[in-house]
């Protein structure tokens, strides 16, 4: 039997999680008490797949009694049993429940953000002795579901590529694994018919096209990229990010990553493009 314990800060979708593990056969049990966990896992050893909600809604929640719980878990030959972390940005944290107006467990009497940060010392060292960590900071609900699918999903094991494009104004993705910067590629922002467009733009794309290093470096990449996804598989990895970027996150690395998210996809692999910054300067 499996058993995912679900855990990680409030706010970053430990309910999607929950919810995706259940649509793909799981029972899934939320908030119960670290206490209840043997008993939960006995119980459950002929059924089905089980996938519990731990978090500091549960009365007894402490990370240190936490790892003392799971210790007999991880030993049990019966069960194949993991820890899923669910992270993300104090900022973004402070977003979502601002804009949801819903509460903190943790800040009844207090800002939203003095709840994460308490939240986030009582979970101190939850992260090191996870097997799966998330970063959901740049990832919305359905993205969140492919990655988790992509762990859990019986059968054959897959390698889910994100190719991303970002802007270096705005900072690296935190998610990112590997990262490549493009700015020293022709910047269509300086010409005038083609600033107010984007990488998805066919005339864009001619631009960035004539630039002379431009073939010979996308050869490359491809050429470093594809033979590192089946060890990246092998060690045991299911879900990969390539960053891509340049200045504005509008032309050059929009345009790179789409045509390596096309090259992916044609050799076989379950690819997701996605543009983070993709918006008018």
Known sequence: MKLVLVTGMSGAG??????????????????????????????GARLRNLAVGVDIRSRDFSAHYFEQAIAPLRKNPDLTFSVLFLDCDDEVLRRRFTETRRRHPLALDRTVLDGIRQERELIDGLHEISDIVIDTSDTDAAS?????????????????????????????????DIVFDVRFLKNPHYDPELKALTGLDALVGAHIETDPDFAGFFDKLTGLIQPLLPRYLAEGKHYLTIAIGCTGGQHRSVYTAQKLGGVLKAAGYNVTIKHKNLEKE
């Open 14 to 43: 430990k309910s999607v999680a929950l919810k995706t593990l259940e649509d793909s056969g799981f029972e899934a049990i939320d908030n119960i008490p670290l206490a209840f966990l043997p008993a939960v896992a006995a119980s």
């Open 144 to 176: 969140l579901r492919t990655i988790i699918n992509t762990h859990f999903a019986t059968g054959e094991k897959q390698l889910l590529v994100q190719v991303a494009s970002f802007s270096f104004r705005r900072g690296v993705p935190r998610d990112a």
